[in-house]
């Protein structure tokens, strides 16, 4: 074949209602929109769907792919089945980029 074909495993998400109570939820967004107000580009309505987003599986995978440029560091942490340990994952890579440790865009 003159193509690059793959296989796609679909992941089960787990843990979605603690995640909804979780206060890293609300850490997740509020880190992303710092972001944003300090110049981080994102393509189209990121910001409006941000702060309308309420199910924190589409809120952590939003965050992940629009403000985790690695793919080394993105990557593992779409693989997460559980949801509240995505956004704890992701709320320290945010802070690291708010606090400027790193400068992955």
Do not use: W
């Amino acid at each position: 074949r003159p193509y690059v074909t793959a296989a796609v495993e679909v992941i089960e998400s787990t843990s979605l209602e603690e995640a909804k109570a979780s206060p890293t939820m609300a850490e997740v967004r509020n880190r992303a929109l710092e972001l944003i107000e300090s110049g981080q580009q994102v393509s189209g309505h990121v910001e409006d769907y941000l702060q309308d987003l309420e199910d924190p599986e589409v809120l952590a995978d939003l965050v992940a792919y629009h403000f985790v440029g690695d793919p080394d560091e993105r990557h593992p942490l779409l693989e997460m089945p559980c949801v509240v340990s995505r956004l704890e994952m992701l709320s320290e890579c945010l802070e690291n980029r708010v606090l400027g440790k790193t400068t992955d865009e």
